[in-house]
């Protein structure tokens, strides 16, 4: 992505009014149909594209612009993750807050163990040094990635058990057949699946 020089408070009311959209068109469950017209939109928008053309150049700038910088991060944005974050005006849960959901207020977060894509980290039962298990979060649509660090934890040796938590979406939630396959997964690798399920 090219580096335009955006100015600050273009890019807090670009972004703002991208993500409000982005967040009332349900973006993360949307086909890529219904994304090419909203980035159309945004394009043709004088508050989005008009804001930004004079720093991007053309008009044709501003949905690589907005695809390859803030809408790739929007995911993580959304859940206080990365510099786009502050301008997600109805953030998600972080992972801090589905661990207390999921697992309850007797497990914490081990200190420096939050890692990214996916979102996890190691957790341990509250006065325990014993008793840990990795735990990871994310879509269906990321459960591959889901489910490679646990892979990769196992083959080198690590005993530590995994928790696979699965964001179920309110307004699109996760039929009878994806959580079969999710369970028929668990069972081969070894892990335990759970939900959370989102507002």
Known sequence: MTDYKIPTEVEAAVLTRVFEQAAEADWLNLQDGDRTRLYQQWTDDPEVGGRLIGFVGLAANVRP??????????????????????????????????????????????????????????VRR????????????????????????????????????????????????LTREDKAQHERLAKFLGVRVIYFNEM
């Open 65 to 122: 612009w907005l695809k390859d910088g803030p809408m790739k991060e929007y995911q993580r944005a959304r859940r206080g993750v990365g510099k786009y974050a502050k301008y997600v005006k109805r953030p998600a849960a972080t992972i801090d807050e589905i661990i207390a959901k999921t697992l309850g207020g007797e497990w914490e977060i081990v200190p420096r163990s939050k890692r990214q894509k996916p979102m996890r980290a190691k």
């Open 126 to 173: 509250v006065g325990s040094e014993d008793d840990e298990l990795h735990f990871v979060a994310g879509p269906d649509a990321s459960f591959k990635h889901l489910v490679w660090p646990a892979t990769l934890d196992r083959s080198g040796g690590e005993t530590a058990p995994w928790t696979i938590c699965v964001i179920d979406p309110f307004l699109n939630p």
